[in-house]
């Protein structure tokens, strides 16, 4: 052993007087810069590879203080030493550690809890930067970049596991108690939203056969919905239905003389998205509102669009939230109906639609309703035309109890669902609806828990909760695991 770790010192001066001879060297005289630092880069991994591997023989010269104790308090004798494998972000490296077992009892080697080795054989680092990367870009993409980069070549079906291992922490994560927060805080509105996005899904031994080559007007593929919520505190902000008014039609500020008053940052937005329904999601952002419960919460607000399920199961898990119906929906039905009733180019068309949002942001949705209705029966209007109009008076009229803008605004509530709206692409389609995908379910619902984790800028906080739960899932001990072992090889060396 003394002899090997001799060999690898003598290793490592020699290619870091390499690292120094492309900087000060002959060749470095004519070199480009872009030329040098890749050749650097390339030293340092491979210098990188060599320290890690003297720091894991190091560690594992000398044998662990005796006793070691087995499952069920059995003493272990001493058996032999046993080859590992660790993938790190320098490449894959393989040592012995010394090795305990009795009869009937499986083989120990301490050294693995001491280093806080993975059940796998790739790195938590290395699990961490292909997971990242894996959350925002194709797997194919994940494993070109960490080829390019770093050299590595992670196959599909290995990236897609250290995905699967990595999201298997993440409910228990999100569901912590959150912190305390400290009174006097100008965020007291709780504000609860939800929508729905479709994933692309392989499709099951269950589901209906598809023609090759679909016909017009025939899905390509079979569509899940994923639920997504978002959860934040914010601080009221009254506006008058005027402002908004002439901000949902893009007019001009009025000339009132008074700024428009800054918008409040929410506190703490928590966004998730789920595949298993609306009433597991709903159920879920339920316990987590009422853990964010304190006495700083004077208000609490749910807001919605106009989809009718997803409705009743915001009101059946949250029987206690004003529910608030989107404006942006409540807008475009109206802009809807002028066009089927005065047609796109009509002179007045602009005028009309004003007319009847300014009732409605001054809570007159009633007097809307009795308009629309009385367009509809319009006798020169076409089937079609009629069918609009009345579908928007429907509509208005179902949803009219979550339509009272008026005392919403005054009281500082949001009135639009921008941020869930805004969730459902990030959070889903710009990662699930990439060219050609189609996922299963557990591999889809594991890329959007974690995706969620970041978009909540909670990664790292993330990471290091699941490296603990792991090391006590596979060492029995609650001991926080230390640093990765590529950052302590550079320690053993300085």
């Given at each position: 052993?003394?002899?090997q770790?001799?060999?690898?010192?003598?290793?490592?001066?020699?290619?870091?007087?390499?690292?120094?001879?492309?900087?000060?060297?002959?060749?470095?005289?004519t070199?480009?810069?872009?030329?040098?630092e890749?050749?650097?880069?390339?030293?340092?991994?491979?210098?990188?590879?060599?320290?890690?591997?003297?720091?894991?023989?190091?560690?594992?010269?000398?044998r662990?203080?005796?006793?070691?104790?087995?499952?069920?308090?059995?003493r272990?004798?001493?058996?032999?030493?046993?080859?590992?494998?660790?993938?790190?972000?320098?490449?894959k490296?393989?040592?012995?550690?010394?090795?305990?077992?009795?009869p009937?009892?499986p083989?120990?080697?301490?050294?693995d809890?001491?280093?806080?080795?993975?059940?796998?054989?790739?790195s938590?680092?290395?699990?961490?930067?292909?997971?990242?990367?894996?959350?925002?870009?194709?797997y194919?993409?994940?494993?070109?970049?960490?080829?390019?980069?770093l050299?590595l070549?992670?196959?599909?079906?290995a990236l897609?596991?250290?995905?699967?291992e990595?999201?298997?922490?993440?409910?228990?994560?999100?569901?912590q108690p959150?912190?305390?927060?400290?009174?006097?805080?100008?965020?007291t509105l709780?504000?609860?939203?939800?929508?729905?996005k479709?994933?692309?899904m392989?499709?099951?031994?269950?589901?209906?056969?598809?023609?090759?080559?679909?016909?017009?007007?025939?899905?390509?593929?079979c569509?899940k919905?994923?639920?997504?919520?978002?959860?934040?505190?914010?601080?009221?902000?009254?506006?008058?239905?005027?402002?908004?008014?002439?901000?949902l039609?893009?007019?001009?500020?009025?000339?009132?003389?008074?700024?428009?008053?800054a918008?409040p940052?929410?506190?703490?937005r928590?966004?998730r998205?789920?595949?298993?329904?609306?009433?597991?999601?709903?159920?879920?952002?339920?316990?987590?509102?009422?853990?964010?419960?304190?006495?700083?919460?004077?208000?609490r607000?749910a807001l919605?669009?106009g989809?009718?399920?997803?409705?009743?199961?915001?009101?059946?898990?949250?029987?206690?939230y004003?529910?608030?119906?989107?404006?942006?929906?409540?807008?475009?039905?109206?802009?809807?109906a002028?066009?089927?009733w005065?047609?796109?180019?009509h002179?007045e068309?602009t005028?009309?639609?004003r007319?009847?949002?300014e009732?409605?942001?001054?809570?007159?949705t009633?007097?809307?309703?009795?308009?629309?209705?009385?367009?509809?029966?319009d006798?020169?209007?076409?089937?079609?035309?009629?069918?609009?109009?009345?579908q928007?008076?429907?509509?208005?009229?179902?949803?009219?109890?979550?339509?009272?803008?008026?005392?919403y605004?005054?009281?500082?509530w949001?009135?639009?669902?921008?941020?869930?709206?805004?969730?459902?692409?990030?959070?889903v389609?710009?990662r699930?609806?990439?060219?050609?995908?189609r996922?299963?379910k557990?591999?889809?619902?594991?890329?959007?828990?974690?995706?969620?984790v970041?978009l909540?800028?909670?990664?790292?906080?993330?990471w290091?909760?699941h490296?603990?739960?792991?090391?006590?899932?596979?060492?029995g001990?609650?001991?926080?695991?230390?640093r990765?072992?590529?950052?302590?090889?550079f320690?053993?060396?300085?």
């Open positions: 052993m003394a002899s770790t001799e060999a690898m010192v003598t290793e490592i001066a020699q290619q870091v007087q390499a690292l120094l001879d492309a900087v000060t060297g002959a060749e470095a005289k070199a480009t810069a872009e030329a040098v890749l050749a650097l880069f390339r030293r340092l991994l491979a210098l990188g590879a060599t320290l890690l591997r003297l720091f894991f023989l190091t560690r594992a010269a000398s662990p203080p005796e006793p070691v104790i087995g499952t069920g308090g059995v272990l004798a001493y058996h032999d030493q046993r080859p590992t494998s660790y993938y790190s972000v320098f490449g490296l393989s040592f012995r550690r010394h090795a305990y077992t009795a009937g009892q083989v120990v080697c301490p050294l809890g001491a280093l806080s080795l993975p059940a796998r054989c790739y938590g680092l290395l699990a961490d930067w292909a997971t990242y990367a894996s959350t925002d870009a194709a194919r993409e994940s494993q070109t970049v960490l080829m390019r980069i050299g070549p992670l196959s599909l079906q897609e596991t250290v995905v699967a990595a999201a298997v922490d993440v409910g228990a994560f999100l569901e959150p912190p305390a927060r400290e009174p006097g805080r100008a965020e709780l504000v609860v939203q939800a929508d729905g479709g994933v692309p392989r499709p099951t031994a269950g589901s209906p056969t598809r023609p090759l080559r679909p016909g017009k007007g025939q899905p390509s593929g569509m919905e994923a639920i997504v919520t978002s959860l934040e505190a914010r601080a009221p902000l009254p506006r008058s239905p005027d402002r908004v008014l002439a901000a039609l893009h007019e001009p500020a009025a000339a009132d003389g008074a700024e428009r008053p918008r940052q929410p506190r703490d928590e966004l998205a789920t595949l298993d329904g609306k009433a597991v999601a709903l159920g879920r952002l339920a316990a987590r509102a009422r853990q964010r419960e304190d006495a700083t919460i004077t208000a607000v919605t669009d989809a009718e399920a997803l409705q009743r199961a915001m009101r059946t898990s949250l029987p206690d004003p529910l608030v119906l989107d404006i942006i929906h409540v807008v475009e039905h109206l802009w809807e002028a066009n089927a005065l047609g796109e180019r002179p068309r005028a009309w639609v007319q009847q949002l009732r409605v942001l001054h809570g007159q009633a007097t809307v309703i009795a308009t629309l209705t009385a367009a509809a029966a006798p020169t209007l076409r089937a079609a035309q009629r069918k609009v109009v009345q928007t008076a429907g509509y208005y009229e179902r949803n009219q109890p979550s339509m009272h803008y008026d005392a605004l005054a009281q500082g949001p009135i639009g669902t921008g941020v869930v709206e805004s969730a459902c692409g990030q959070l389609k710009e699930m609806e990439q060219a050609g995908m996922w299963g557990p591999g889809a619902q594991a890329v959007l828990d974690l995706r969620a970041r909540n800028g909670q990664w790292e906080a993330y290091q909760w490296r603990q739960q792991e090391h006590r899932r596979l060492y001990t609650a001991v926080p695991p230390p990765p072992a590529e950052v302590q090889a320690d053993l060396a300085a």
